[in-house]
């Protein structure tokens, strides 16, 4: 199964869903306010490199994924998050690289 993100602004709002945080849990938790994260998803401003990272951080993913252009193939990408409430976030990822 592929789902296509090919944007930055689709790749922020897929990796926060994923997380499972709404934009307020994301301004608990980063340094962003809720009407900055939506203008990022909505492609209308972009954030800065600061926190580009801190987002990537706080989603379990890297800032260069964030980044990338192209589909983001389900089968390719899997993300496991488990964290305890006083503990720190562990991922565990695995990817597959196809070239063709």
């Given at each position: 199964?592929?789902?296509?993100?090919?944007?930055?602004?689709?790749?922020?709002?897929?990796?926060?869903?994923?997380?499972?945080?709404?934009?307020?849990d994301?301004?608990?938790q980063?340094?962003?306010s809720?009407?900055?994260?939506?203008?990022w998803?909505h492609?209308?401003?972009?954030?800065?490199?600061?926190e580009?990272h801190?987002?990537?951080?706080?989603?379990?993913?890297?800032?260069a994924?964030?980044?990338?252009?192209?589909?983001i193939?389900?089968?390719?990408?899997?993300?496991?998050?488990?964290?305890?409430?006083?503990?720190?976030?562990?991922?565990?990822?695995?990817?597959?690289?196809?070239?063709?």
């Amino acid at each position: 199964m592929e789902v296509l993100m090919t944007s930055l602004p689709a790749r922020l709002k897929f990796a926060r869903k994923q997380a499972g945080l709404g934009a307020l849990d994301v301004e608990h938790q980063a340094p962003v306010s809720p009407e900055a994260l939506l203008a990022w998803e909505h492609g209308t401003a972009e954030p800065t490199l600061a926190e580009l990272h801190a987002l990537a951080r706080l989603y379990g993913r890297s800032a260069a994924w964030l980044l990338e252009d192209g589909p983001i193939r389900s089968a390719d990408h899997q993300m496991v998050l488990s964290c305890e409430p006083t503990q720190r976030l562990h991922v565990k990822a695995s990817v597959t690289v196809r070239h063709g």
